[in-house]
């Protein structure tokens, strides 16, 4: 796959091979998120365009045979201000936000262009991954990893899942004299004060943060004793 784990993408041969996916009744903010690997015009029908998301004619994100990136949501087209790498992996994805009624792309983690829509996007009809409608603009290729999520991920978020959703670390209530590396998540250092401490290790991707909470017990250092025998 694109992440180079044990998880695999899935191929499209440009002719009639797609991907379908429900409606998920989106009408507010929303993200369209995947790895790309466009390898060249379908086989059948207009080639021009292969379809990453496509519902209809006024839902479709689409990348042409020379990297263009594409959107069709909502009725209007523009076009992302950077070219999608082609014959290799790429981060594609497309965010909606309502509150700032902006549409923006970002290819590889960056910023590639935002727009204004007249009439708000909407993702609320079934969809496909690689077609829109059987017939034209059929992605050939690789896709990987596609998300869509109810919500605009910030720009932090989506460079973040661009570099692999780096995890990072964080704790309430540690004992004293010990700390957590951000970045490892491990704990070192010498308990100074003995109690019991209640205790919050978390974990975040930029996106979501998972807690576990637990009771630490600190006793204080005793003297060793030494018991007579005969």
């Known amino acids: 796959g694109a992440l180079g784990d044990a998880t695999t993408a899935v191929t499209l041969n440009g002719a009639g091979a797609y991907v379908a996916a429900p409606n998920l009744n989106l009408t507010s903010s929303f993200t369209l998120e995947a790895w790309a690997y466009y390898t060249g ?5 207009d080639t021009t365009y292969g379809t990453l998301f496509g519902a209809a004619r006024d839902r479709r994100i689409l990348i042409s045979t020379n990297g263009a990136l594409l959107s069709e949501v909502g009725g209007e087209s523009w ?3 950077a070219l999608v790498p082609t014959n290799t992996w790429a981060h594609v994805v497309y965010r ?3 509150g700032a009624n902006q549409q923006a792309f970002f290819i590889n983690g960056a910023p590639a262009g935002t727009d204004t829509p007249t009439t708000p996007p ?9 077609d829109y409608d059987g017939t034209n603009f059929l992605f050939k290729g690789h896709l990987d ?3 869509v999520y109810g919500t605009a991920l910030s720009d932090a978020q ?3 899942h661009y570099a692999g959703q780096a995890l990072s670390y964080g704790v309430i209530g540690l004992p004293t004299g010990l700390s957590i590396d951000p970045v490892t998540g491990r704990i070192t250092g010498t308990p100074t004060t003995a109690g ?3 205790v919050t290790v978390s974990v975040t991707d930029g996106l979501s943060t998972t807690p576990t909470a637990f009771t630490w017990t600190v006793v204080a250092n005793q003297a060793p004793q030494v018991t007579a025998f005969s």
């Not at 015009?41 to 029908?45: E, F, L, R, S, V």
């Open 41 to 45: 015009p379908g086989a059948i029908g």
């Open 158 to 160: 989506i460079a973040a």
């Open 196 to 198: 019991v401490y209640s």
């Open 145 to 147: 990893e596609a998300a």
């Open 79 to 81: 076009f992302a201000s």
């Open 122 to 130: 909407t993702w609320n009809a079934a969809f496909r991954l690689g």
């Open 96 to 98: 909606y936000d309502a």
